[in-house]
């Protein structure tokens, strides 16, 4: 009875732990406005956003495998505290410089609780029942998507913009003595640690430099100058450094056999794919509603909000369905859906009425809850306790990616198309709906490449025998 108490109280902090989280960007979304009315810096808007993705994601393998050497409950608790201290400074910055390298320490923090989040979840539960519940941890992106705007309108209308980031501070303080306080590890062994602090620093420069550029380039900088092509040179020769210490580490930070894993290669590539259609339907359809259909900005938010009802109900329906009609059918079904809800972008059309795009959300919403989710199931189920934290971190960083490299590859292809319309004479709308039919062609095609990448996914009935075979 103690232990089923614990658990809950465990599982109860990892829900308020995830949702914090997860409503960050949204509220932030919702607040920018504000918040650059009173710091100025309308030209730095973008990097409040872009830095906090920037340490987020290089960090988040880092902290996969410190929890796999120290435990999940110091490394997540510091993660916390960090992402704590983030929110309470970036509540009293008085520019946009300031709020920024406030950001980036929010960052620091919140690398460490989502993959540590679904990790202790993996931890503690097994079998059906860690289905069902990575399905409804999953599904609180979908309500923290919901929530978001209306908390953050709340507060900026009711209080200031800087209680966005207070309110982290009491729930933040809840999760950590929640998991102080329940959370016992029983699997960590005594002896001494080895940190792979070669390994660290290579793969902080080269992935740092990595996303600088796809951050930055074509927005801050020409993709052909120096400063573009400089940071990729350096991304490449450290991701080299990188790899050569990884094979030399006593304990390498990102253990490269997890990628002769099938199931966490082919799940990592999924998750890449995935998330790169997620990032261009969501950022280009908005730009089709209101620029070349005229709706508002509100009606063009309330598009995507089927979406997110759609994914936290695919996510839970997975959760329960994967252990009945196996994991590999879910993953793939959701990418039947992801690719059929991207091929109906391609009926778009300047007349297209407005439930044209309330459906394809829906479908695209429902296809990501059911891709997504198992793969976080057969991952975990691949390795013992000992890569558990590397390997689900390894998940949520080439999501990350994937959404980094989408928008850039993206966005080039936009630009360069819209600006190569314009030179020859095509009127602006016209310019604008071929350039976003290229997007749109673009996004299709990677969603094909994922399912066909889907289909050779390991049934979780393999996945098990190999483990048992290790």
């Known amino acids: 009875m103690e232990k089923v108490t614990q658990r809950k109280m465990v599982t109860m902090a990892m829900l308020v732990s995830i949702f914090l989280v997860a409503i960050d960007t949204t509220i932030v979304t919702t607040a920018m406005p504000h918040i650059v009315q009173q710091l100025n810096g309308l030209n730095l808007i973008s990097w409040v956003f872009a830095i906090y993705l920037l340490t987020t994601s290089v960090t988040t393998p880092i902290y996969g495998k410190l929890a796999d050497l120290f435990g999940r409950k110091p490394i997540f608790i510091i993660g916390v505290m960090l992402f704590v201290?983030?929110?309470?400074?970036?509540?009293?910055?008085?520019?946009?410089?300031?709020?920024?390298?406030?950001?980036?320490?929010?960052?620091?923090?919140?690398?460490?609780?989502?993959?540590?989040?679904?990790?202790?979840?993996?931890?503690?539960?097994?079998?059906?029942?860690?289905?069902?519940?990575?399905?409804?941890?999953?599904?609180?992106?979908?309500?923290?998507?919901?929530?978001?705007?209306?908390?953050?309108?709340?507060?900026?209308d009711q209080f200031s913009w800087r209680w966005i980031f207070y309110i982290n501070v009491p729930i933040g303080i809840i999760a950590i003595l929640l998991v102080h306080s329940f959370l016992h590890e029983t699997q960590v062994?005594?002896?001494?640690?080895?940190?792979?602090?070669?390994?660290?620093?290579?793969?902080?420069?080269?992935?740092?430099?990595?996303?600088?550029?796809?951050?930055?380039?074509?927005?801050?900088?020409?993709?052909?100058?120096?400063?573009?092509?400089?940071?990729?040179?350096?991304a490449f020769i450290f991701l080299i450094l990188f790899l050569y210490v990884e094979t030399k580490a006593a304990e390498p930070m990102l253990p490269l056999s997890l990628f002769k894993i099938p199931v966490i290669a082919i799940s990592n590539i999924v998750g890449f794919l995935a998330s790169s259609v997620l990032i261009g339907v969501d950022v280009y359809l908005p730009i089709w509603i209101q620029t070349l259909l005229?709706?508002?900005?509100?009606?063009?938010?309330?598009?995507?909000?089927?979406?997110?009802?759609?994914?936290?109900?695919?996510?839970?329906?997975?959760?329960?369905?994967?252990?009945?009609?196996?994991?590999?059918a879910t993953a793939v079904f959701g990418a039947v859906l992801i690719t059929a809800g991207s091929g109906w972008l391609l009926?778009?059309?300047?007349?297209?009425?407005?439930?044209?795009?309330?459906?394809?959300?829906?479908?695209?919403?429902?296809?990501?809850?059911?891709?997504?989710?198992?793969?976080?199931?057969?991952?975990?189920?691949?390795?013992?306790?000992?890569l558990r934290g590397a390997a689900t971190a390894s998940n949520t960083f080439f999501r990350s990616l994937g959404q980094t490299v989408g928008i850039a590859v993206l966005?080039?292809?936009?630009?360069?198309?819209?600006?190569?319309?314009?030179?020859?004479?095509?009127?602006?709308?016209?310019?604008?709906?071929?350039?976003?039919?290229?997007?749109?062609?673009?996004?299709?095609?990677?969603?094909?490449?994922?399912?066909?990448?889907?289909?050779?996914l390991p049934s979780h009935r393999e996945v098990m025998a190999q483990q048992k075979s290790d």
Do not use: C
């Open 85 to 156: 201290v983030g929110s309470m400074i970036s509540g009293t910055a008085q520019t946009m410089i300031q709020l920024i390298i406030f950001r980036a320490f929010q960052g620091l923090g919140a690398g460490a609780v989502t993959p540590l989040t679904f990790t202790i979840i993996g931890d503690l539960y097994s079998g059906e029942d860690r289905a069902k519940m990575q399905g409804v941890f999953s599904s609180i992106w979908g309500i923290a998507g919901l929530l978001g705007p209306l908390v953050g309108g709340l507060f900026v």
């Open 189 to 234: 062994k005594k002896e001494k640690k080895k940190i792979d602090y070669w390994g660290t620093i290579h793969f902080t420069l080269s992935m740092g430099s990595l996303l600088f550029a796809l951050i930055s380039g074509g927005e801050f900088y020409p993709w052909n100058s120096a400063v573009i092509l400089s940071l990729f040179t350096t």
């Open 294 to 328: 005229g709706y508002s900005a509100t009606s063009s938010g309330l598009t995507l909000m089927p979406m997110s009802f759609a994914w936290p109900l695919a996510a839970t329906l997975a959760g329960r369905f994967m252990y009945k009609i196996g994991s590999k």
């Open 347 to 386: 009926l778009v059309h300047l007349s297209s009425p407005y439930w044209y795009f309330v459906g394809l959300m829906i479908v695209i919403g429902f296809g990501m809850g059911f891709s997504l989710t198992p793969l976080t199931v057969l991952i975990q189920s691949a390795v013992g306790w000992s």
């Open 411 to 456: 966005g080039t292809a936009f630009n360069s198309s819209l600006s190569t319309s314009i030179q020859h004479g095509v009127e602006m709308q016209n310019a604008m709906a071929q350039s976003m039919h290229l997007i749109f062609i673009l996004i299709v095609a990677i969603s094909i490449v994922n399912l066909m990448i889907s289909f050779i």
